[in-house]
Nanobody
Framework: QVHVEESGGGLVQAGGSLRLSCAASGRSFGSYAMGWFRQAPGKERVFVAGISWRGSSTFYAGSVKGRFTISRDDAKNTVYLQMNSLKPDDTAVYFC????????????????WGQGTQVTVSS
C-alpha cells in the first residue's frame, strides 16, 4: 500500500506556471504508476496526466497536452506536474493517484488517492 500527498497548489495569473508535487510513502515507490486528476467546482473528477511505473510512458489529456509535463523522481519518492501557460479553465482541485505495476495509463481504476491541492488561475 502507498500513501500519497499533494503540494504546490496556489493562486496564479493566467499564463503563469505552477509545479505540483506528490510525495509517496510506503515501500517500492518505483513500482507504482502515478497519475494526476483534477476536479473543477461542480464537475466530475477527470484525468490530467499519468506516468507508468517504469517511467517509460506518459499520457496526457488533450486539454493539457503541450502545456503540462508529468515526471517522477524515484529517489525522492515524488512525482511532479509542471503546469505552464495556465488558463482559468485549469482552476480545480488537483489529485494525485497511484497504482502498482501499471504500464498502460488510462483514467480508470486507480486505487490510491491523495487529498488534493487547490489550483486557482485568475484571468
Amino acid at each position: 500500500q502507498v500513501h500519497v500527498e499533494e503540494s504546490g497548489g496556489g493562486l496564479v495569473q493566467a499564463g503563469g506556471s505552477l509545479r505540483l508535487s506528490c510525495a509517496a510513502s510506503g515501500r517500492s515507490f518505483g513500482s507504482y504508476a502515478m497519475g494526476w486528476f483534477r476536479q473543477a467546482p461542480g464537475k466530475e473528477r477527470v484525468f490530467v496526466a499519468g506516468i507508468s511505473w517504469r517511467g517509460s510512458s506518459t499520457f496526457y489529456a488533450g486539454s493539457v497536452k503541450g502545456r503540462f509535463t508529468i515526471s517522477r523522481d524515484d529517489a525522492k519518492n515524488t512525482v511532479y506536474l509542471q503546469m505552464n501557460s495556465l488558463k482559468p479553465d485549469d482552476t480545480a482541485v488537483y489529485f494525485c493517484a497511484a497504482d502498482r505495476f501499471r504500464d498502460v495509463i488510462t483514467p480508470e481504476g486507480w486505487p490510491y488517492w491523495g487529498q488534493g491541492t487547490q489550483v486557482t488561475v485568475s484571468s
